[in-house]
């Protein structure tokens, strides 16, 4: 049966003696007894970053170490409770999770004396109407409806208008679904729209498009403030301008005075405390319902009865009001026929025989009601629009007038300001942006998820039904506002024909100031929202921290309120004040909220389409189409209002994304951008594969083999620096090294030689890959990476590597194999293969050469790498002005003149400018020197096969050999030792050339006393200078005596070493300053048994030479001469 275990604490002796446990005592966690095991950062929930946040199944990361697993019978998970939750702890928190949006919170908390915490105060959490539905309401009706809706309607007509607010409406309607799917994908913490766009698009498109919104909300509170300014200035106190502007008392200049008052007053209210912001909006909100609730009264009420309001006109043209009473130019008054003020205005005096103005004498005055009422039939007259320059007076075409040409040039300045005039020229598109801020606003429920009780059900119902609701109300008005007013006070934007009134408020009931009042209250609830919602945003985008100069932005004061931000939008608020224009400020937020909702609907649109795992929204009745739509709607709008403020707006989201992918902060949110781009990857790499790679997409794309020294550093960072200046191909390039071991023991160590390839790359500018693999020797990796590196179409197809320079002195032939192997490998998978010598005495890439050749031997064709190395490497700034030098061998049977003119020909065809020279290589005789280097390296390979004889032993063996190799050709001949003898190490056959190289006498002092220690001192220079010494010395007996020893050389390596040495002889002779020399690699030999001479004849090709190239094809053309 099983049996319960209860783990009890034991105290110390130390601390309180020997104890024992009882039932009483409370059981302590498996995970107690373990703590001495634990380490601060196995548990990856308790970091508190924003990218480990995000990145962790816990939804808070607070830094609590606390104890879940106490009474449990776990034992089996023991091992693993540091870094895996129990189920119950990870439902406990998701449970206890509360989203603090900065601005709401963290600004009502009360703040008590230092040293004391603060006691925050608890929000009630709120449901889909009043969180989501009445905020969105607030947002979206406004300004607009109130001072330029009957103005739209009237120049755009009823149709017009119509098509206007419903491509607007259906604009946010599906930027609405694509939010709504997106703020149900998971929680949204503070921050909003911009935190939506950001995690679902990435930080350089969300830092792009949450700078843009955020000027769309600063430019709003502009806009809000312009129209709070124009009510107080037009309808509520008309004599209170403080600059005298003509008969305009709302001017641009005390547009600027009173919005500057009033912008600062604002920040005043928002600096001391959001909290009576918010306390405030909901009279903000009454407001508004109530000015509407009077408008649809008043069109009632003009079904029954219609209002007063008239409207004067002479001859067809529209008179302001506000300084007459009787529209008639004399009346009768007791029987007295006297003239009225409004002929006073037009006449030179008030009697009847006046001189009055022509046009005031050729035409009749007509008084018609402004609001003929809903019954009238007046919506057939302002079905369709009418669109006139500025400065033109607003005329009804029906009337007969007799107009005078030069009317607008002779009438006086003072007459003609009785007129009411278009104050701007007006156009279909002009009036789509200064519509379009009238249906912003849908975000603000989103921005208010941590005050929902259940975000994912109240954002998407509440923002859809109040863009479905306003929607109604303004399709409603358009269609009212048409059928119940005259065409010509709907085109009179300020009223001015109604005695100043606002046209909306001529038709409200029971009174104009309804509107208003309500309207002014409404501007100025709004600007302030805006104020408060702006610095929060630059707040949430300073803090995560991509765009470094914003970083200042994110601190505030000690409760958390945007000192900073809110300064910098109280400036940014400013520019738009001093436009002083609602109609100019109106098409610069209308760009930036479109661009905002442009990437919302992108947002949604590729996180559909990837299918991404963690797309999982809870609002189902969403769609990529839709999302296309709503994103081409926006795209359409944005040009249709303004293409230019567009392309503006364009341009700063542009500067402000390719900012943040050169300065900003790395950061990994998941976002769909990158998972765009794994699916283009796999598409792209899947059509790679389909069809072989033609000659003209060729370019070189490298698996670059880098050591790694003890440190784990990158052992030649110029190899990193040749690759990058290759890179002129734009190629892949693959940085890889090998660690021997096991990946069990050298695990860490292969993450830390990554780390150090990669900041190596960084460091030479360098793009590409790194790779560290660990495996049980190097020729394994080194054999694993050559045919395994890359993926589908994106392998290499060259290998860079650099060449051995310590093979020499190596203690065993290791390195050789390696490298002879290597070379075999890359033959066998038809790869090119690039090997540098000297490498480290390569150019960096901050080196600028002024002059220079990279000089080409052309020995043998595989595939014109050797041409198009050269040009690839022009184009660096390193090497661009290097001359490029073509130079090929001619033998005897060819015509040097020819092959020349035939090359340049050739190069010609390649494009490419190149010097070409022919080398003539005449058939000779086979030096000295020659079978001296032949003999040295023959001997040098048997010795290297003696590999385990004692020391003692090994000292006779090499004395023997040495001996025989200097005096007696029969003991050459002599047989080999026996299969059971050890081999000689690498360093005693490094002391045998040495010894070889020396004198004969010294080589018969050193067999009579062998050394215990053997020291090599040879230099380059020392063993040139005592060959040539011994030459001189050397007589002609000498000669003829090491005859018979030559002629048991082996042929095929004599001739081999014979073209080596003069191979090198005119290469020296042409190249030893250039700055490259690029030479044909020759393969080993396809026999295995001869390999160990291959190195010594590339040493002997490369010798004097400084910096090297040794290339070798892949068995492919890599260039043509076709386009």
């Not at 003072?414 to 279909?428: G, L, P």
């Not at 309804?514 to 707040?539: D, E, H, K, M, N």
């Not at 790194?770 to 392998?795: E, P, T, W, Y």
């Not at 080993?1084 to 290339?1111: A, Q, S």
Request: with cysteine; proline share 5%.
């Amino acid at each position: 049966m099983p049996t319960n275990f209860t783990v009890v604490p034991v105290e110390d002796e130390g601390e309180g003696g020997n104890s024992v446990a009882s039932g009483g005592d409370k059981p302590i966690s498996l995970d107690k007894i373990f703590q001495e095991e634990e380490t601060g950062d196995n548990f990856q929930g308790l970091n508190t970053g924003d990218d480990q946040i995000e990145s962790s199944p816990f939804i808070t990361a607070d830094g609590n170490r606390e104890h879940y697993y106490e009474g449990k019978n776990m034992a089996l998970f023991e091992e693993e409770m540091d870094s895996t939750p129990m189920v119950a702890s990870l439902l406990n928190k998701l449970a206890n999770y509360t989203n603090l949006p900065q601005g709401v919170r963290e600004h009502e908390e009360a703040e008590n004396e230092e040293g004391v915490p603060r006691v925050p105060v608890m929000v009630s959490q709120m449901g889909t109407f009043i969180g989501v539905y009445l905020p969105c309401m607030q947002n979206i009706l406004g300004v607009i409806l109130f001072l330029r809706l009957t103005w739209i309607v009237g120049t755009a007509g009823i149709l017009g208008s119509f098509a206007i607010v419903s491509m607007c409406c259906i604009c946010t309607l599906l930027t609405a679904i694509s939010m709504s799917a997106i703020a149900t994908n998971g929680v949204v913490p503070a921050g909003g729209s911009y935190y939506m766009i950001s995690r679902s698009l990435g930080p350089e498109f969300g830092g792009a498009v949450g700078l843009c919104f955020y000027l769309g909300t600063t430019f709003a509170g502009s806009l809000y403030i312009l129209g709070t300014i124009e009510i107080l200035l037009l309808y509520i106190v008309p004599t209170a301008p403080v600059v005298k502007e003509g008969e305009d008392s709302a001017g641009p200049n005390n547009m600027r005075v009173y919005g500057t008052c009033c912008l600062l007053l604002m920040a005043l209210v928002v600096f001391v405390g959001v909290k009576y912001v918010n306390k405030l909006a909901l009279v903000f909100l009454a407001c508004v319902f109530l000015s509407i609730m009077a408008t649809y009264a008043g069109v009632i009420k003009t079904a029954i009865e219609p209002p007063e309001f008239t409207v004067c006109l002479l001859g067809n043209k529209t008179l302001r009001n506000d300084k007459f009473e009787t529209c008639a130019k004399t009346q009768e008054v007791k029987n007295i026929t006297s003239t009225t003020d409004l002929w006073s205005i037009f006449c030179e005096t008030e009697y009847p025989n006046a001189t009055c103005d022509p046009f005031f004498n050729n035409n009749n005055l007509t008084e018609i009601k402004a609001i003929p009422g809903l019954l009238s039939g007046v919506i057939k007259d302002n079905l369709w629009g009418e669109y006139a320059p500025a400065g033109v007076p607003i005329e009804k075409k029906n009337l007969p007038s007799v107009d005078d040409p030069e009317m607008e040039t002779k009438m006086p300045a003072d007459i003609k300001e009785n007129f009411v005039f278009n104050d701007i020229a007006t156009y279909f598109t002009l009036l789509v942006g200064i519509y379009f801020p009238s249906v912003t606003g849908i975000m603000a429920g989103s921005n208010r998820s941590g005050d929902l009780r259940d975000p994912q059900r109240s954002i998407p119902i509440g923002t859809i039904m109040a863009i479905l609701t306003t929607s109604f109300i303004y399709i409603s008005c358009v269609v009212l506002f048409g059928a119940c007013i005259e065409g010509v006070v709907l085109r009179d934007k300020f009223g001015l024909s109604v005695k100043k009134t606002p046209v909306i408020g001529v038709l409200a009931w029971p009174s104009p100031w309804v509107i208003v009042i309500g309207s002014f209250f409404s501007c100025c609830g709004a600007g302030l929202q805006s104020l408060t919602g702006a610095p929060l945003l630059l707040q949430a985008i300073a803090r995560d921290g991509i765009i470094p100069f914003l970083q200042i932005f994110g601190h505030g004061k000690a409760n958390g309120e945007p000192t900073w931000a809110l300064l910098l939008t109280v400036g940014i608020c400013e520019i738009g004040i001093l436009i002083a224009s609602l109609d100019a400020v109106a098409p610069i937020l209308s760009m930036f909220f479109l661009m905002c909702y442009l990437f919302v609907n992108l947002a949604c649109a590729v996180q559909t389409l990837l299918r991404t795992p963690n797309w999982r929204p809870r609002f189902k009745f969403y769609h990529w189409t839709l999302s296309f739509l709503g994103m081409s709607l926006c795209l359409s709008l944005m040009f249709i209002s303004s293409w230019y403020y567009a392309l503006v707006a364009i341009l700063i989201a542009g500067c402000i994304y390719k900012y943040i992918e050169y300065r900003g902060a790395v950061k990994e949110w998941g976002d769909g951008i990158r998972g765009l781009s794994l699916n283009a990857a796999r598409y792209a790499l899947i059509r790679l594969e389909e069809a072989p790679l033609h000659t003209k997409n060729w370019r070189p794309q490298l698996l670059v083999l880098c050591k790694l020294d003890s440190d784990l550093a990158v052992k030649h960072p110029r190899l990193l620096s040749f690759s990058t200046q290759l890179k002129a191909g734009k190629g892949l390039t693959i940085v890889c090294s090998v660690l021997e071991g096991t990946y069990m023991t050298r695990g860490k160590d292969a993450k830390t030689g990554e780390q150090n390839l990669k900041a190596a790359m960084v460091a030479e500018k360098m793009k590409g890959f790194s790779h560290v693999v660990v495996s049980s020797n190097l020729r394994d990796g080194f054999s694993l990476l050559i045919q395994s590196a890359g993926l589908g179409g994106m392998k290499h197809n060259a290998v860079l590597m650099a060449w051995p320079a310590g093979w020499k002195h190596a203690r065993d032939s290791l390195a050789r194999r390696n490298f002879i192997e290597t070379v075999r490998e890359t033959t066998a998978a038809h790869q090119a293969l690039l090997v540098a010598k000297n490498i480290d005495h390569f150019p960096g890439n901050q080196e600028r050469l002024k002059e220079g050749n990279i000089d080409v031997w052309w020995i043998v064709h595989d595939g014109g790498l050797l041409m198009l190395l050269p040009f690839l490497l022009s184009q660096h700034k390193v090497w661009r002005k290097c001359k490029m030098r073509i130079f090929t061998v001619a033998q005897m049977d060819d015509n040097s003149i020819q092959m020349k003119k035939d090359l340049q020909k050739f190069l010609y065809h390649l494009r490419l400018d190149a010097e070409v020279e022919v080398v003539e290589m005449h058939d000779s005789d086979i030096s000295a020197f020659t079978y001296e280097k032949t003999l040295i390296m023959e001997q040098r390979s048997k010795m290297l096969k003696q590999m385990q004889l004692s020391r003692t032993e090994r000292e006779r063996e090499i004395q023997s050999i040495t001996d025989e190799s200097r005096h007696s050709i029969k003991r050459k001949k002599s047989p080999p030792p026996s299969l059971n003898t050890p081999c000689i190490p690498e360093e005693e056959a490094q002391l045998i050339h040495d010894r070889n190289t020396a004198s004969h006498s010294a080589s018969e002092k050193a067999a009579g006393a062998p050394p215990d220690r053997v020291h090599m001192t040879w230099t380059k220079d020392k063993l040139m200078n005592e060959k040539n010494r011994h030459r001189e010395s050397m007589g002609v007996k000498d000669m003829f005596n090491m005859k018979p020893e030559w002629e048991n050389l082996n042929q095929t390596n004599v001739r081999r070493m014979h073209t080596a040495v003069k191979l090198n002889e005119v290469v020296v002779k042409k190249s030893q300053n250039s700055q490259l020399v690029l030479l044909n690699m020759p393969g080993p030999p396809r026999n295995k048994k001869g390999h160990e001479n291959y190195m010594e004849f590339l040493e002997v090709l490369m010798d004097g030479l400084d910096c090297v190239l040794l290339v070798r094809g892949g068995g492919r053309e890599v260039i043509t001469i076709y386009s």
